[in-house]
């Protein structure tokens, strides 16, 4: 079943996206008033879900839940953001990503800032994870002046963050599973 879940303000706590990756963001010159992005994987953190009332009933209400498929999340009344891309070297060593290089040593990153014009009503929304291009972990800052955040994504795509840990392969973005 489709869900649509509101992040505006203090509900953007709700979800924890670290383990997310950014799918589709296109980095646009000038800022447009309304954003959406796909993200594969975010977690519906407990307390504050009720997943046996609100998505399913055979949920468990007292765990943490991963979204293991793909999501949408959609912002407006946008007035401003930045983002940081740490590119990853396609080389790995010892089975880890590295943060790929400039010829000086330096870590090669890429930045872009759309200029925010403040108002009383900023509110400040920031997404710390993979993004998928250009590869690399990404700090994401999106200001909106008062506007809707949602993410929209498919229950049945929901399993327990304990499964997900245990299993990361299974779960994690894989571009055959997200092109079904």
């Not at 649509?4 to 383990?19: H, P, Y």
């Not at 504050?48 to 609100?54: F, L, P, Q, V, Y």
């Not at 990853?88 to 089975?95: C, L, S």
């Not at 759309?114 to 929304?125: F, G, L, S």
């Amino acid at each position: 079943m489709n869900h649509v879940v509101d992040l505006t303000k203090g509900n953007f706590d709700r979800i924890d996206f670290t383990k997310a990756k950014i799918i589709d963001f296109y980095c646009q010159h000038d800022l447009p008033s309304s954003l959406e992005f796909k993200v594969w994987g975010a977690k519906l953190l407990e307390p504050r879900w009720k997943h046996s009332e609100k998505f399913d009933s055979s949920l468990p209400e007292t765990e943490d839940m991963y979204v293991s498929g793909l999501g949408i999340v959609k912002i407006d009344k946008l007035i401003g953001g930045n983002i940081e891309v740490y590119a990853y070297d396609n080389v790995k060593e010892f089975n880890l990503t590295k943060v790929a290089k400039n010829c000086d040593g330096s870590d090669l990153v890429f930045i872009w800032d759309w200029q925010c014009i403040r108002t009383d009503n900023v509110d400040e929304y920031l997404w710390e994870c993979v993004i998928s291009w250009p590869y690399g972990f990404c700090n994401l800052h999106l200001f909106s002046d008062g506007g809707k955040v949602s993410f929209e994504f498919e229950s049945n795509n929901m399993v327990s963050a304990r499964d997900y840990v245990m299993n990361t392969e299974l779960y994690r973005f894989n571009a055959d599973r997200a092109s079904r």
